[in-house]
Every structure is written in structure tokens, then in C-alpha cells.
T-cell receptor, first 115, second 109 residues
Framework: EPEVTQTPSHQVTQMGQEVILRCVPI?????FYWYRQILGQKVEFLVS????????KSEIFDDQFSVERPDGSNFTLKIRSTKLEDSAMYFC?????????????FGPGTRLTVT | RKEVEQDPGPFNVPEGATVAFNCTYS??????FVWYRQDCRKEPKLLMS???SGNEDGRFTAQLNRASQYISLLIRDSKLSDSATYLC??????????FGGGTRLMVKP
């Protein structure tokens, strides 16, 4: 069964550093998403991406965040200058075109720890 | 009022029991809903979509009550492997998912 994959599984970084989280969505999916989950809290939407541009973004997704699909397979989330409060699990999700199952499938996540 | 509200639990039930979770949502214009399950420190895994007419998938039944703005999930004949956190999700514009805080289920032998 095809899966969303994410790397790295755990990233430790110092405050102020840039991090790039990587995702490989399911191959025939066209819609891509990033969510985060702070430990003990609910999953929160960050951004959605379709046709090489952002479709929706939340208040969390400020100027420190950016997304990119640099090639046909990868989907990345960049945080330019990390803060302590960016420590969370970051999940990538993807969804097939509307004619197929319309639900999002999540990757295993990247645990980001900012020290 | 929270956008999506769930009783955090935990619900402790014996194997074989039937258990039901409710979830309320605040936006009366919401149209689409989904249940995910999440194991500790893992990703949300799709459980089932919720259709207006209600739907069943094996031991799981989802119901939608638009008038009262709640969604329910019923699990029959609980298994140990059903122990997890169940996430109620409302789909918004652009298929953006709004998650509830989850209801924790623990099935005991």
C-alpha cells in the first residue's frame, strides 16, 4: 500500500537556525498539506498546496514558514529561524484528485526539537 | 466555543464492549467530517468518512446529526487493538482539516 514518507524522523536544532522538513507524498496525489502537533495538544493545520502554489494557510503559517515542491516527488516545509515554540511533531499529508478517495493520508511525522 | 469539541476520556472498556464517542462542531455550515485514529506519538490514520445518511464499516458506525451539530462513532465488539485516541475532524475550505482534541479509548482484557 502506498504511503507518505517523511525525513528525518527526528530533528534537533538550535533556536534561530533554519530547518527543512521533507516529505514524499503518495505518487498519484496532487494535494499536499502540512500539520503540526505540539506535545499533548491537538493536530493543527498549517498550509495546503496544489498546482505549485499555496491554497490555504493558517495564522500559524507566518513569514518564517515556506513550502516548496522542488521536484516531482518531494514536498518540503522550511522554517527560517526556529523558535522554542516551534518544537512539535510535523505531519505531511497528501490527497488524491477529487475523483478518487477524497481523504488525506498522513506521513509518520518529523519530531522537531528546538533547544 | 471550540470549533471541534470532544470528551478527552479516557474511556476504559472491557474487550467485547460497545463504546460510543460524540463530537460537536461549532460551524453550522460545515459539510464534511472524518474520523481518524491516532496511536501514541504516531500519525493520524484514516478510520472512516462520515456521510449524511450514516455509514458502517465492519464494527465501526459513524453518524451525523446536523440539527444538533454532532458526529458520533460507535465501536462494537471492542478489541485490544482498538486502544487509541479517536480524532473527530471537520473539513473546511480547500479540504483544510480542523481536528478535535481526541477521545482516548483503552480496551482492557
Amino acid at each position: 500500500e502506498p504511503e507518505v514518507t517523511q525525513t528525518p524522523s527526528h530533528q534537533v536544532t538550535q533556536m534561530g537556525q533554519e530547518v527543512i522538513l521533507r516529505c514524499v507524498p503518495i505518487s498519484n496525489h496532487l494535494y499536499f498539506y502540512w500539520y503540526r502537533q505540539i506535545l499533548g495538544q491537538k493536530v493543527e493545520f498549517l498550509v495546503s498546496f496544489y498546482n505549485n502554489e499555496i491554497s490555504e494557510k493558517s495564522e500559524i503559517f507566518d513569514d518564517q514558514f515556506s513550502v516548496e515542491r522542488p521536484d516531482g516527488s518531494n514536498f518540503t516545509l522550511k522554517i527560517r529561524s526556529t523558535k522554542l515554540e516551534d518544537s512539535a511533531m510535523y505531519f505531511c499529508a497528501s490527497r488524491a484528485p477529487a475523483t478518487f478517495v477524497r481523504e488525506q493520508y498522513f506521513g509518520p511525522g518529523t519530531r522537531l526539537t528546538v533547544t | 466555543r471550540k470549533e471541534v469539541e470532544q470528551d478527552p476520556g479516557p474511556f476504559n472498556v472491557p474487550e467485547g464492549a460497545t463504546v460510543a464517542f460524540n463530537c460537536t462542531y461549532s460551524n453550522s455550515a460545515s459539510q464534511s467530517f472524518v474520523w481518524y485514529r491516532q496511536d501514541c506519538r504516531k500519525e493520524p490514520k484514516l478510520l472512516m468518512s462520515v456521510y449524511s445518511s450514516g455509514n458502517e464499516d465492519g464494527r465501526f458506525t459513524a453518524q451525523l446529526n446536523r440539527a444538533s451539530q454532532y458526529i458520533s462513532l460507535l465501536i462494537r465488539d471492542s478489541k485490544l487493538s482498538d486502544s487509541a485516541t479517536y480524532l473527530c475532524v471537520v473539513k473546511g475550505a480547500g479540504n483544510m482539516l480542523t481536528f478535535g482534541g481526541g477521545t482516548r479509548l483503552m480496551v482492557k482484557p
